[in-house]
């Protein structure tokens, strides 16, 4: 497949010398600084906190300094400490704010160790330090990430029980110079009380108490000032899809959205985009604990794919995201490897019906058979409609029996899910339904949902299966049957229906003559089936004899996969690092854009695309 690049007048450009033309990659210089940042870091904390550590070999010189500048020498280099460590995160990542920051503390940490420790050491690493980032200062050119004033609160706990537990390390660390006794909760209430600025119960002699004081009246300071400069400062909200971002991606879905199954899930609200030069192509992203994660392939026209992934890359480069790509197809994961230089690894298939080869007859359909004839038998319907051939009255109950459905307080879903059911726009979606007389039911007779999204103008995607949990089990089977039973007469070709990670491994080592590393890699994976759908999904998906898509992620270095693999379970809602409900904001979505938000179930008999 020959692939031209977008935007170039001149022609086919060779990618290593496009590669050549955007400069170097970015030089070590950021890591080894944050690792360097680190170390001093713990140095100025522990010339803060230990006696022994700061014990001074320069007396001389020491007699002449005046007697008060000790204590609050060690109370500055014990927040420089802190701070720098704080920083080395940032450094690591290329940002321009974290360098400005550690610009300004390392002379102060620097002057710290040399006055307090009278250490010529350490003050020189500080300042061979502060020369290096000086010298490289144009590879700190990262922007911001996206961010909330809800940070203020999650700093404010995670650095004032740190403080707690420094501050108990320093009141502990002059056991000689202690007068008394004093028990752990004496310690623990002048900790708080240090903290604070005021004295507390537990005292020294030889003047230890005013180092103590003043290095708890400093970590107190720096969990204000901090929590303070975190509520205050401004907010970079994340990416999100406009109106006129939504109408342009719909105009490259009319024309290429059968490429890809995966197409109209980029149509997700909480997803960032960007377009090629010549606004053929898009990719669309969410960034996600510094991971810049793009799902599926790129929309639009294959030629012009090579400008949006390049627009993407630039992006990730401006803030330092780690660029990813999940579930990207075997296409989409040669043209990425081809234009970044990132690597591939499969991921998983894709079961994807052909409808004219499907059948309920033969005895590798007979359970399926069985099962759906029995739920007939049990006095249950079905529907397969168009979105937009449901009432208003109709959309709405299904919306919300989906919503009480869910399962989960926790939205799930990010690659292989929509979100909303009903929305303007998507009204060539096709809903199934499961029908039974109950008078009990706030839903009336409606007892299970699967919500099918486009996938061009001949096929579609499962987005969502729900039913209500006093329905017979049975009810996705039931419905998946009825939907592919339908699908002729919609004028549908091919169902795409779950994602199976790991199939490939899982179907191969339960074959005779599998050998002993792949027996152990099914093993654990079955094991890990007991909390996450992944032996579930692969038999479930067989039970309609698919042919199955290889799907991959595409990432930069072997070292990344653990934080894209944590990025992306967020992304999909199975790690939620959010504030609990109470604390959270509630923003309230815009009036020409109505949604209910839908999200996948856990259960195997609530099988959904989001492995």
Avoid at 378 to 398: A, F, K, M, N, P
Wanted: glycine residues 10%.
């Amino acid at each position: 497949m020959s692939v031209t690049v977008d935007g170039d007048k001149s022609g086919l450009v060779p990618v290593r010398m496009r590669r050549i033309l955007r400069g170097p990659r970015p030089e070590k210089v950021p890591a080894l600084v944050g690792t360097a940042c680190t170390a001093i870091g713990l140095i100025d904390i522990a010339a803060g906190v230990f006696p022994r550590f700061r014990a001074s070999r320069m007396h001389a010189v020491a007699e002449v300094l005046p007697g008060t500048l000790g204590p609050l020498s060690a109370a500055l280099s014990l927040s420089a400490g802190v701070l720098l460590l704080l920083l080395a995160h940032g450094l690591k990542r290329h940002k321009r704010r974290a360098w400005r920051a550690a610009v300004v503390l390392l002379p102060l940490g620097a002057a710290a160790q040399f006055v307090w420790r009278h250490s010529v050491l350490g003050a020189l690493l500080s300042l061979v330090l502060l020369t290096l980032l000086v010298r490289h200062r144009g590879e700190f050119a990262a922007l911001p990430d996206p961010r909330s004033r809800w940070r203020a609160l999650a700093n404010f706990v995670v650095m004032g029980a740190g403080s707690i537990a420094l501050g108990l390390v320093i009141v502990s660390a002059h056991p000689r110079r202690v007068i008394g006794s004093p028990s752990l909760t004496d310690r623990l209430e002048h900790v708080l009380y240090g903290l604070l600025g005021i004295e507390g119960p537990v005292a020294y002699t030889k003047g230890v108490d005013w180092t103590v004081g003043y290095s708890l009246g400093a970590l107190g300071m720096l969990t204000a000032l901090t929590t303070i400069y975190l509520a205050f400062r401004p907010e970079h909200p994340a990416a999100r899809l406009t109106d006129e971002d939504e109408t342009r991606l719909r105009a490259l879905l009319d024309q290429h959205g059968g490429r890809d199954s995966l197409g109209h899930f980029a149509l997700r609200r909480d997803k960032g985009v960007v377009f090629s030069p010549s606004g053929k192509a898009a990719v669309c992203y969410r960034v996600v604990s510094g991971v810049m994660l793009a799902s599926g392939d790129p929309i639009g026209d294959v030629e012009a794919w090579p400008g949006a992934i390049e627009r993407f890359m630039d992006e990730a480069k401006a803030h330092s995201w780690t660029p990813a790509v999940m579930g990207c197809s075997e296409t989409g994961g040669q043209v990425w490897t081809r234009e970044t230089g990132l690597d591939a690894l499969e991921l998983g298939d894709e079961a994807v019906v052909d409808v004219a080869d499907f059948s309920l007859s033969g005895r590798a359909m007979r359970n399926v058979r069985q099962m759906v004839k029995r739920i007939e038998r049990g006095g249950y319907t079905t529907q397969v409609r168009r979105v937009r051939d449901l009432d208003d009255d109709e959309l709405e109950r299904i919306r919300r029996a989906a919503a009480d459905w869910r399962g989960t307080d926790t939205e799930r879903g990010f690659s292989m899910a929509l979100g909303r059911i009903g929305a303007p726009g998507d009204g060539d979606a096709v809903i199934a339904t499961a029908h039974k007389e109950d008078d009990t039911s706030p839903y009336g007779d409606l007892k299970a949902i699967i919500h099918f999204v486009p996938w061009g103008p001949d096929g579609m995607s499962l987005e969502l299966m729900r039913r209500d949990r006093s329905a017979d089990p049975g009810m996705n089977e039931l419905l998946i049957v009825a939907a592919l039973q339908a699908s002729p007469g919609l004028g549908i070709t091919r169902v795409s229906l779950n994602f199976a990670m790991f199939r490939a491994a899982l179907a191969r080592g339960e074959k005779i003559g599998a050998g002993p590393v792949l027996r152990i890699w099914r093993g654990l994976l079955v094991f890990l089936s007991r909390w996450f759908q992944i032996e579930s999904l692969y038999k479930f998906n067989a039970k309609f004899r698919p042919r199955w898509e290889p799907r991959f992620v595409v990432y930069r270095k072997s070292g990344d996969l653990p934080r894209i693999g944590f990025a992306a379970m967020q992304a999909e809602g199975f790690v939620n690092l959010s504030l609990p409900r109470p604390f959270t904001r509630r923003r309230p979505t815009p009036a020409p854009r109505p949604c209910v938000h839908i999200t996948p179930a856990q259960t195997t008999d609530h099988t959904v695309r989001a492995a």
